[in-house]
């Protein structure tokens, strides 16, 4: 098995999970949208970060072998257990992981970005007494951003594990 099949098989997933958490959470927030709120309906462009997650999961389940080819392209060998280095199982090891923590937070980094964007708006309406804290963007982007890093620096990371051991 290729490794870019592996890649494929890893994005479809996370594809799957984009879409349908964005799903319940879309129908989650249509309902929500039924409730008055301090005399005011909730707005539509509430909507807009999960519908930019759903399209985001379908667009990856669509694209994915493309972009698992584009990933792999310097190491697409064939996946066999006979062959497999320590650095092999490491690096790949790391490039799963960096993969979840890129694309498990990348969804509500978006989010936040929609969220803060809207919270400068005059027309939101939002009590600055209520105002969250930047805690958790900076939490979903510093995951975002390590996931990159290990997904980009997996070879070089193993290599030095595998020279240490």
Sequence with gaps: MPLSSIANLLFKI???????SSVVHLLATIMAAQVVVYGVGVTWDICLPLIFKFLM???LWFFSPQLSRFLTKA?????????????MLITTA???????????????????IHFFAINKSPSYGFHKEMAPSYYDF???????????VLVCTS??????ICKKG
């Design 75 to 87: 190491n697409d060998g064939e996946f066999q257990l006979n062959g497999v280095t320590l650095e």
């Design 94 to 112: 790391i490039v799963s992981l960096g993969l979840y923590f890129f694309l498990s937070s990348v969804g509500e980094a978006c989010s936040w």
């Design 14 to 20: 996370f594809a799957l999970n984009w879409i349908l």
């Design 57 to 59: 999961g379908v667009l």
């Design 138 to 148: 900076y939490e979903s982007l510093l995951t975002v951003l390590i996931g990159g």
């Design 155 to 160: 070879r070089r990371i193993a290599a030095k």
